[in-house]
């Protein structure tokens, strides 16, 4: 209950900084801020590109909290993302199968891209203690670099060598049933992949000894190996599917927000999960409401832009100051803490007072 009130607190100061932000700068906060959320839920085809907006941050997110109750600080979802999205393009361009079994075949690959991308920091971190956060930097752009080479050279499209050939109807996670229900917005079959992947990625970690032994790892390592668990390997398997969950996010997005991917950028849905998982305090439950929060203020700043002429840096800031607050959950917990005993004081100071009249 504890970190739902910090998170909601988080919410609350960053919305409030903004509100600052904009007076500052000669706008209208409530005007602001109706725009903003107009922007992303006024009619069906707005509600349904903030949940695809949503989608790949879900998987992200879940990336990043994971590796956290892990006890691992997984910076590389960026690079496990592209090149898991990357895996299931090339998936999707070269096999001619029926569409249930190839979008299967293409979730598989971009979930084994994303763990072997993810496999070399969770090996480095096992066997040598090299410290994860450099390895994964190091790997996002091992990985930009990679895509940035084999995309051209592999998958080009017909007439650009910057991006790779779309995918056919039949190999994308679009749906017109969905776009339809949803005023023709690009909100796709990822999302109900990433509902299943937060039920599973919960059971894992609440109901399972997996989940236990690797959060055991997490709390303490040298107390989980005295008490026999198996520490190097729990590291390698806990980064391997923290790395396969952003490989799914990198299906969700290129296979379902977009049809091609292209070369020289790093997606920002990546670092976007750390803030995800601060803010959802690293429970699959509550990665998908914040990322689906963070999707509908990522599809509102412009509407506000447009609507008001508030620069989007200003939905930027707030988002900033969201993850500042959310990071620094200690001084949140202190602060609640604090205020639990200002309340408690006066109670109290009334208890001593009838004993020492009685």
């Known amino acids: 209950m504890r970190k739902i009130i910090i998170s909601l607190l988080a919410v609350l100061f960053g919305l409030l900084a903004g509100a600052l932000l904009m007076i500052l700068t000669g706008h209208q906060p409530m005007e602001g801020y109706r725009f903003l959320f107009e922007g992303g839920l006024k009619n069906p085809e707005r509600i349904g590109n903030t949940l695809a907006t949503g989608t790949p941050l879900i998987f992200t997110g879940l990336s990043v909290a994971f590796a ?4 691992l600080f997984n910076i590389g979802a960026a690079g496990q993302m592209l090149f898991g999205g990357f895996c299931a393009t090339a998936v999707g361009l070269n096999l001619d199968v029926s569409r249930p079994l190839l979008l299967l075949l293409m979730i598989i690959a971009g979930f084994l891209g994303g763990a072997c991308w993810a496999f070399i920091p969770g090996l480095l971190k096992a066997r040598f203690n090299v ?13 930009y670099w990679t895509i940035y080479y084999a995309v ?33 917005s690009y909100v796709n079959l990822g999302l109900f992949l990433a509902v299943i992947v937060v039920i599973v990625i919960s059971f894992i970690i609440n109901k399972t000894t997996l989940g236990y032994e690797l959060k055991a790892v997490g709390f303490n390592r040298h107390a989980a190996e005295y008490g026999g668990m198996p520490v190097k390997r729990s590291i390698i398997l806990s980064m391997v599917i923290s790395g396969g969950l952003a490989g799914l996010g990198g299906v969700a997005q290129y296979a379902g927000n977009s049809s091609n991917i292209q070369i020289g950028v790093l997606p920002t849905q990546g670092y976007d999960g750390i803030a995800v998982a601060l803010l959802g305090a690293n429970s699959p439950v509550g990665v998908l409401v914040s990322a689906l ?13 447009a609507m008001t002429e508030i620069p989007p840096e200003i939905a930027d800031s707030i988002i900033a100051i969201i993850i500042y607050f959310a990071a620094t959950s200690v001084l949140m917990d202190r602060l609640i803490s604090w205020l639990k005993a200002r309340r408690r004081a006066p109670a109290d100071e009334r208890k001593l007072e009838r004993k020492e009249g009685g």
Not at 68 to 71: I, L
Not at 162 to 177: D, I, K, V, Y
């Open 68 to 71: 956290f109750r892990t006890g």
């Open 131 to 143: 410290h994860e956060v450099v390895s994964t930097i190091m790997m996002n752009w091992i990985a």
């Open 152 to 184: 051209p050279y592999y998958l080009k499209a017909e007439f650009l060598e910057t991006e790779s050939r779309p995918l056919p109807a039949h190999a994308s996670l679009q749906a017109p049933f969905l776009s339809d229900m949803f005023g023709g």
């Open 293 to 305: 929060f963070f999707g509908l203020l990522y599809s509102g700043r412009g509407f506000m832009n």
